[in-house]
């Protein structure tokens, strides 16, 4: 289990971050091209390629928090498959708080 320091020091890991903005920009280029799709997911995909950096960084804390119990190992060797797939679990809370819900 990753320590609360452990987690913050890898709030400074580019190459991590990294992979998670470019998970991010799967997602939205997903919800863009979703059929059927849904508004706010649109609109959500729309944003998120406008700010690949600020939604990268917005979901690269979320997925480290919902990371909290692996070792900083696990984190920092997870393969792009699991990247991935812990950002699209987040995407549904962006989408539905970028809209207000």
């Known amino acids: 289990m990753a320590t609360y320091q452990e987690i913050r020091s890898l709030f400074s890991d580019d190459d991590l971050r990294h992979r998670v903005e470019t ?32 939604w990268g960084r917005k979901a690269f804390i979320l997925v480290l928090a919902d990371n909290k119990n692996a070792p900083v190992s ?7 498959a699991s990247i991935q797939s812990a950002v699209d679990a987040i995407t549904a809370g962006c989408i539905a708080a970028e809209a207000g819900e």
Not at 74 to 80: L, W
């Open 23 to 54: 998970a991010v920009i799967i997602a939205a280029s997903a919800e863009l091209s979703a059929s059927p799709g849904s508004v706010n997911g649109r609109s959500w995909g729309l944003k998120a390629l406008q700010d690949t950096a600020g």
């Open 74 to 80: 696990a984190i920092k060797s997870a393969s792009d």
